[in-house]
């Protein structure tokens, strides 16, 4: 299995990094919504191209960008999610948890949302943390519908669609795989990421996105898939 000079991989990323840093010098508000949609295209652009390029597309750094593109937000907006997933590449490639790209895509090492998500939130990036927290959150009840033989799509005439998370939730709850307790903090942990996808960034607290973090943590370990 070829391994990857990860030293060449994070130049890549940190050039992307530095041009986020030129873009919001250029800029008077922190969102970047004043400069031109020339500018954010361009490293939306770079940033997304990077990530493939170092882990393919079908890695979770790659999903979490496409989720992000297909959001209805400014792209301003998108960018600082995206810049977020730079920073959590980066932050693994440092560390030394991605020893080739293939390994990363398939799986077969540490590749956790969470971890994501804490190093984000101590970096000062409460949303894309609450975001990537949710996402782990979500996948983690979609494998644990699986083990317990719960549906996790929907059929109809013209199409086949994930449940709605929410009712994941509800369904697990009732077969008795976890407390009611748990399935109303995972009402509520789900209400927040929904909050920072949809760009609501002040009706919650980096304080709040911790405790969900913590409490994610806590509920998976609890509740194997």
């Known amino acids: 299995m070829t391994r990857i000079n990860s030293e060449l991989l994070v130049k890549q990323l940190d050039d992307i990094l530095v041009s986020y840093s030129r873009l919001s010098a250029k800029s008077r508000h922190d969102d970047l919504s004043d400069l031109s949609g020339d500018d954010i295209h361009r490293v939306i652009t770079q940033s997304r191209a990077a990530i493939v390029r170092i882990v393919g597309n079908g890695s979770p750094y790659a999903g979490q960008v496409a989720e992000i593109l297909g959001r209805n937000i400014l792209d301003c907006h998108k960018l600082k999610y995206i810049i977020g997933v730079v920073q959590a590449l980066k932050y693994d490639l440092e560390m030394g948890y991605m020893q080739s790209a293939e390994e990363l895509i398939h799986g077969e090492l540490f590749s956790d949302f969470l971890e994501m998500a804490s190093y984000l939130l101590d970096e000062g990036y409460k949303d894309p943390a609450a975001v990537l927290g949710g996402a782990s959150l979500e996948g983690h009840l ?27 939730n509800m369904e697990i709850a009732k077969s008795t795989a976890y407390s009611v307790l748990d399935q109303k903090n ?13 760009g609501h960034y002040s009706t919650y607290t980096t304080e709040q996105v ?3 973090l913590a409490g994610v943590r806590d509920f998976i370990t609890r509740n194997p898939a």
Do not use: Y
């Open 186 to 198: 995972v009402t509520a942990w789900l209400d927040l990421r929904n909050k920072a996808a949809h």
């Open 142 to 168: 979609r494998q644990l519908a699986k083990r317990l033989g719960i549906e996790a799509t929907v059929t109809t005439s013209s199409s086949v669609r994930p449940k709605n998370t929410e009712s994941l």
């Open 210 to 212: 911790a405790i969900m």
